[in-house]
């Protein structure tokens, strides 16, 4: 279908049904999705994640204690209360990968311990700890999100879990 401006309503319609983003297209813009996710996830912009994320959310996490997030107000309390542990936490992407609706990111998230989290004492360490993510894209939205880390490493630089004693030979 070739692509021309024209004035009437069903012929419009048309026209934006043909000229759709190209597949590597839809991906780039997957990826720039998560990379506008992770600068307002990184500002504590928490009204634009409206724009950015469903409302019915899903994330999924092996390495985050607490009830499962199943919305974005679920999500926007689960970031405040990391943002209490370590408020000057960040996160920066590594690299992007991107197939169908999904992204997949690594990246690093850094921060300093000023806080209490959960259980654990304020130690006001820092941490820089690679973690990975995937991505679900729905309607131009996140819609689902898979994130895990290594829980062990984080808490040995915040001085939390010793790690174990070298042994001689």
């Known amino acids: 279908m070739r ?7 069903v012929a419009l319609a048309a026209l934006v049904a043909g000229c759709g983003l190209s597949p590597s297209a839809r991906l780039e813009a997957n990826k720039t999705l998560v990379r506008q996710f992770t600068e307002t996830v990184n500002a504590a912009d928490w009204a634009r994640l409206e724009d950015l994320v469903a ?3 899903v994330r999924h996490s092996q390495a985050t204690a607490g009830p499962p997030v199943t919305s974005r107000a679920a999500f926007v ?4 209360a ?9 996160v920066t ?8 609706d999904k992204v ?5 998230y850094t921060g300093t311990q000023t806080g209490p989290m959960g259980d654990f004492p304020i130690t006001g360490k820092a941490v820089d700890a690679p ?13 689902e999100l898979w994130v895990e880390w290594d829980n062990l490493a ?12 070298p042994t001689g030979g």
Not at 93 to 100: H, R, S, T
Not at 104 to 108: H, S
Not at 131 to 143: E, G, N, V, W, Y
């Open 3 to 9: 692509c021309t401006n024209v004035v009437l309503p």
């Open 55 to 57: 409302d019915d959310v």
């Open 77 to 80: 309390e689960l970031q405040q």
């Open 82 to 90: 990391f943002l209490l542990s370590m408020p000057d936490q960040r």
């Open 93 to 100: 992407i590594q690299l992007l990968v991107a197939e169908g």
């Open 104 to 108: 997949a990111a690594l990246a690093t």
């Open 131 to 143: 973690f990975l993510a995937i991505f679900r894209i729905a309607d131009t939205k996140i819609a």
């Open 154 to 165: 984080m808490l040995t630089q915040l001085g939390l879990f010793p790690p174990p004693s």
